[in-house]
């Protein structure tokens, strides 16, 4: 029955993830990450073409790490440097590999065509390279019949672990939260229930294009935890109750929350940029953007790892207003890039193609 | 002998304080205030003229407090009116409670003339009333021979419990720590062998000249912490860890310090910079001069109650540089106020007027 599909189109989405709270506290603490997903667009499309990908099958197993070998393997056959960091070729590897191990272990994926399109910036630390793993994962689970739709909770789990080897594959040893965030719209460790109950809010993510390494900014942030314990470790535990503190403000809102629950939520912001300042993890390009959109009234504070990369701005509910143009204007003019989004979105999900916005449906090459 | 004393002149000047660090955790905690003297030129001179305002007694000690109907009497006497808190009548009103209290537990204080000049801007939580107190008790003391010069350590105790009471009529309710630090050039607290250890460091005083309210800001730091002590409590831990770091740190300085100390306070002031911005002291005009000094290298924190009011930049060791002319234009350009001087400087003072600086001895009549 399967012999000879008839060509079919999935498409995929999931989200990035955008951390309130949390970051770096995170690190060197136990607490709560209160991190939340919004609706990204970084879609997939798998399509019943030809393809020589799937020739050879090894020892793949989705709760073992991705072998030197095989990634040395996978390498040469897509022709990949071996000390190639760049993202086409991260993501081209993490393909392979998902590919050939959901084959080798539930049957031959038919030949596929990947289409990505991700609104998403990459190494901006908004969890662009799980999105894309958990889509690829999704997809080629269903192109060979591994999962059915819609998912189970079972399903979503099988989803999540061949995410996570992707991320594995892009990463080396990542923490497993970004494709729990990407697969279930929420951290791994977030209660279910609540998770659902969180409200829907608007955000402006900005991008301010300064790169960074979050391998420095961490071991800088433990320097300093090293260096001035006593001073450093009550900022740690301010931010985790920064966290906590914004959870059950959040479980609090209702779905649709009126202006009179923002101030809160405007002062933790506030408060806990200070603090990523004092790990040393902020950048003036950071402080203007906090500037820039504090003289409209709207409250940031970096997101991920800092010392540059992205911020996020609390939006106020004002309907289908968005932030003022001037708003928009001036983070332009500081060379920023900026569009809004929401925090608490579903997770990983499949679109019905005549639903998706015209935006989508060219970049795919369905239009 | 002493009936027709000769006119004689007391040139006397006691020094304002900067706090370095513990501005708002000392009142909310119970940890070292590094508090530290720099010199000023708030200076006194008692000429014994006329004056007919001896001519009032009553039951005056040092050791209450100024009661209200004293009060009442000695406006009504100077013709102030009960509510003015302007600067002048409050220093009229001052100076004439220990003139009057001095003159009736230790003999006639001779009819003195005062000139008041001061390097130290009023209301800016620079300690200037207690500067001025502290002078004012000490040339009356010394005019009436209650004090001898060099004062012992005892008549230093006499000049601060007069100059408390001062305070007492300025304030209301002051706390003794800023004419302890004008009598002795340290806090009340402070270990005597420690204090004199402390390496004279060069700083900029700039005064923002933005106006705020002590009283306002501090009932907001307790609204916060009422509101949020989870996130507040750590952060006035970590202000008093920071307090103790930088005691530490000044106590290892050897006198003339070397540049390789300063980091370690600098990054200190940063910390604590963002830590009274959390409390909610900040103001848009102090980031600004954090700014301004940091786009020439140098660190800067807002310092007493914040708000606006005045910032302290800490300079490296360079002899007898000053700040480059750029730092001061910047600065000026935004409307501020600044001058270079030192903490670490001696109590109150008797001076020879021939060794005052030209600019004081105009400014006293006496060139």
Redesign the interface.
């Known amino acids: 029955m399967n012999s000879e599909p008839a060509p079919r189109s999935l498409v995929v989405s999931a989200p990035g993830k955008v951390i309130l709270h949390g970051e770096h506290a995170v690190v060197h603490g136990d607490v709560v990450l209160v991190n939340t997903a919004f609706k990204s667009k970084n879609s997939l499309v798998a399509k019943c073409l030809n393809s020589a990908l799937l020739a050879s099958v090894a020892d793949f197993d989705e709760s073992k790490s991705p072998s030197a070998e095989q990634l040395d393997a996978l390498r040469e056959f897509a022709g990949i440097a071996a000390e190639s960091s760049a993202p086409d070729s991260l993501a081209t590897l993490a393909f392979l590999y998902m590919c050939l191990a959901i084959s080798a272990k539930y049957g031959d994926v038919p030949s596929v065509d990947i289409i990505v399109w991700s609104e998403l910036p990459t190494g901006a630390g908004l969890g662009s390279s799980a999105a894309y793993s958990v889509c690829v994962a999704a997809a080629l689970l269903a192109a060979c019949g591994a999962v059915a739709c819609p998912w189970t909770e079972e399903e979503l789990s099988l989803i999540n672990s061949w995410a996570f080897q992707g991320e594995r594959v892009i990463h080396g040893n990542p923490s497993g939260v970004d494709n729990a965030v990407g697969t279930w719209g929420r951290g791994p460790g977030d209660d279910v229930s609540l998770a659902r109950r969180v409200p829907t809010l608007r955000i402006l993510l900005t991008n301010t294009k300064v790169p960074r390494s979050t391998k420095v900014l961490v071991a800088g942030v433990k320097d300093k935890i090293l260096k001035?314990p006593?001073?450093?470790n009550?900022?740690l535990?301010?931010i985790n109750?920064?966290s906590?503190?914004c959870q059950s403000v959040l479980e609090a809102m209702p779905g649709n929350p009126s202006p009179e629950y923002y101030p809160v939520l405007e002062e933790?912001f506030?408060?806990n940029q200070?603090?990523l300042?004092?790990l040393g993890v902020g950048h003036p390009c950071l402080?203007r953007l906090c500037?820039v959109t504090a003289s409209h009234g709207l409250h940031s504070k970096l997101t991920g790892a800092g010392g540059g990369g992205c911020g996020v701005t609390l939006l106020r509910p004002g309907g289908a207003e968005p932030p003022s143009a001037a708003t928009y204007r001036d983070l332009c003019a500081c060379g920023f890039e900026c569009w809004e989004t929401n925090i608490g979105a579903p997770g990983v999900s499949l679109h019905c193609p005549s639903a998706l916005k015209a935006e989508v449906l060219r970049a795919l090459g369905m239009s």
Chains 1, 2 share one sequence.
């Open positions: 001035f006593a001073i450093m009550p900022v535990d301010s109750a920064i906590q503190e933790l506030d408060i200070h603090h300042n004092v402080d500037r």
